[in-house]
């Protein structure tokens, strides 16, 4: 019934069995007897045919809707058919990396054979937990790993920037240097201390950005912070200051649990790789 359903919707919106025929790829007289069909099993009739034009009728346009709905959840179907029918593999990443996250399922949704990817945002131990508890095939997570997973595929990003409310003594400043941090609270996403910067620490959990720069904006501290969140974050009570601390860097891995390694997986570690290495 489907082929017949995909007949009618064409002669209606050409209106014309040859026009319809050509599009179809069939023959005028199989989309002929494909209308046929319909209207006998519908038990009305589609359109009125002369020699000169073909219309729609009253109950061909009233069913047109339901032929449109009836294509596109066909469509749906088979879409989601061949969804579920491919291999997929679940990834946790946390917010920051979210954009090598869907390069990364860009080029395994583009190989051959295909492999689906179900991105799961959350932070570090959120992640790892995930990971251990095998809701997630694999996981980006700051180093050092828990030491249970295995990993690969290191890559770092760069620390330059300081995040200060607006207001603070530093947020005027055209840089800032580890000498302007004493006595500073040092908001600290994870529990990855800042390596050569004075002040005091303040653990932010779970590698949460978003909700650190709220306790920035509440006065709570200073935040230092990767240029990818500073080109992305648009706030009024917050400022981003250009920090020059050396190799100040936050390094991921992808990390896996070794008793749970499959052929996409292993996809997975050289799609990441190849990722990193092509921009």
Not at 62 to 79: E, H, I
Not at 136 to 142: E, H, K, Q, R, Y
Not at 202 to 228: H, K, N, S, T
Request: charged share 20%.
């Amino acid at each position: 019934m489907l082929k017949e359903i995909h007949c009618f919707l064409l002669v209606a919106e050409r209106l014309g069995f040859s026009a319809a025929a050509a599009d179809l790829g069939m023959s005028q007289p199989a989309v002929s007897q494909a209308i046929t069909r319909l209207e006998r099993a519908a038990g009305v009739r589609l359109f009125e045919r002369n020699a000169r034009e073909v219309r729609l009728t009253a109950e061909g346009k009233g069913l047109l809707p339901y032929a449109r709905q009836v294509l596109d959840s066909a469509q749906a179907f088979a879409a989601e058919a061949a969804r579920l029918a491919r291999p997929t593999i679940h990834l946790a990443y946390p917010p920051l990396v979210g954009t090598l996250a869907a390069r990364i399922a860009r080029r395994l949704a583009g190989r051959a054979p295909a492999i689906g990817v179900e991105l799961v945002v959350a932070g570090r131990g959120a992640a790892a937990r995930a990971l251990g508890g095998g809701e997630v095939s694999a996981a980006i997570l700051a180093t050092p790993a828990p030491a249970q997973f295995v990993t690969a595929a290191r890559f770092h990003v760069s620390v330059d920037h300081l995040a200060v409310p607006l207001g603070h003594r530093l947020a005027g400043h055209g840089r800032v240097t580890p000498d302007d941090l004493g006595g500073q609270v040092l908001l600290t996403p994870g529990s990855r201390p800042w390596a050569g910067l004075p002040g005091r620490a303040r653990m932010v959990a779970d590698d949460d950005f978003a909700a650190a720069l709220d306790l920035v904006a509440a006065g709570a501290g200073v935040l230092p912070i990767p240029q990818l969140l500073v080109r992305s974050v648009r706030r009024d009570d917050v400022r981003f200051v250009p920090l020059e601390a050396g190799e100040l860097r936050i390094t991921y891995a992808l990390a896996w649990a070794r008793e749970r390694v499959t052929p996409e997986l292993m996809a997975l570690v050289q799609a990441v790789q190849d990722a990193l290495w092509t921009r």
